[in-house]
DNA sequence: TGGAATGTTCGGCT
DNA sequence: AAGCCGAACATTCC
């Protein structure tokens, strides 16, 4: 579930209330959510110096120094409650921070995600930050690969961040069909493309992220970015540029998550 | 009622 | 070797 602007979205919240603290314990109902060069016992009395975001993870910078990788998988929360306040299911771990009537929950239905300690971010970081992508790192990338672009964009080890739901808005701003080989784009297209990752983003962002089903801030708040989709979920609703157009859905079959366009804003040729 | 679908990522195969 | 496919898991929806 969550992708860039959600994970952005949890991030500027769990700041405010992390920075600054220190970790006293940690309940780990599950040890298996955790790997890592370091063991969990290394987290407790560590003071909690930034909280920050790259791709998809949540990244905790803690001192002495050691950080603390969130990977959210698909269905990865992380809550702030009352300290002793009732855990809702599939919670694997929590921690209370010295002196603060609150605690960190941290649950995860499908347990595709994880926690990782690391002394270096290293090999985490290496594909840049869509969100912080510069122009010519961009041009670099889309220069230099093959394959169809929705695959290009959904590569977290090419372009850290984008999903299903950005991939597939991002491409309908850019009026690209997400099928088009990546490496045949036109000037004009790469630049085109640049931006409406930039915007689609931002505009993720600015609406707290995208709540589908479990997707939730730290508070228990829902996003609102569903009510703007353009294209993603929309199969067979008319397109929002009012072209006359529906929504088409591509496999379904073959690929896992399907893709969403407008077959006459984003034509294949 | 069971089968399909869900926002992710990894490993294995080609 | 990069790119595609299925699996890991749990819950909901038809």
Redesign the pocket.
Known sequence: ???LP?VESIVRRLRPVLVGRTIETLDLVRRDIVTGDVGVEALPKRAIVQVRRH???ILVALDPPLWLVI?????GQCLVAPRGAPRP??THAVLTLSGEPWELQYRD?????GWRLARSLNELTVAPDALALRRATWRAIISA????LR??L?????L?G????Y?NEALFAARLHPRRE?SRLSEAQREALYRAIKTTLRRGIRWG???????RMPDGAA?RFQERFRV??RAGRPCKRRCGARIEKLP???????AFFCPRCQPSG
């Open positions: 579930m969550p992708e959600e791709g998809k993870s990977r959210l998988g698909m269905t299911a599939h239905p499908r347990r595709f995600g690969r093959r394959g169809q695959a290009l959904m590569n977290q080890k090419i850290a984008l999903g299903n739901i991939t990546a992220g995208s709540t589908i089903r479990d997707y996003g993603y979920g379904a079959a073959k690929d896992a998550q399907p």
